[in-house]
């Protein structure tokens, strides 16, 4: 990538839909470091919209589906994509149940088992981001460590709707 397209073809700001509520301290903080990492270093692009970066992103529940509401850094919206989230059903599920198993075994487990269980998280996460980087084809061109921190705010979103 030139200079001109890694200033274009990127986020400067991404926001969660807070309607769905506030979840508990452990997933909001996820949400805070993935969109703080997300924001940080990102490859993020609009098919068809090249060069006019970069973006602002906005993540929301809307009827069962994903909606990524894409705008210009100045507020002008660009294009908005809906995704059905019954792709995803059956992976969030499990990744929340390992989750759930993770931050019990941090309280109480030991390395070695906190270390299994975080292996296995880490798999589904990235089988999670893998799936929403191909849903994403043709739509917007993302990167995989862009997917990844994308497939946490969806998991984020889950977890409060």
């Not at 490859?43 to 970066?53: H, I, M, N, T």
């Not at 069962?64 to 908005?80: K, N, Q």
Request: proline content about 3%; aromatic content about 8%.
């Amino acid at each position: 990538m030139g200079e001109n397209a890694s200033d274009t073809a990127r986020l400067v700001d991404v926001e969660l839909d807070e309607t769905v509520g506030r979840a508990a301290p452990d997933i909001e903080h996820e949400r805070a470091v993935a969109i703080f990492d997300l924001v940080e270093e990102n490859s993020f692009q609009p098919v068809g919209d090249e060069g006019s970066g970069p973006y602002k992103l906005r993540i929301s529940l809307v009827d069962a589906r994903l909606v990524f509401a894409i705008s210009r850094e100045s507020g002008e919206d660009v294009v908005t994509h809906i995704l059905s989230l019954t792709p995803f059903k059956k992976i969030v599920k499990d990744y929340f149940m390992i989750c759930e198993s993770y931050y019990e075994a941090i309280r109480s487990a030991t390395p070695r088992q906190i270390e299994a269980i975080d292996m296995g998280r880490r798999g589904l996460h990235n089988e999670g981001s893998q799936l929403l980087k191909d849903r994403l084809d043709g739509k917007i061109e993302v990167d995989f460590d862009t997917a990844r921190r994308l497939f946490t705010l969806v998991c984020v979103l889950h977890w409060r709707g």
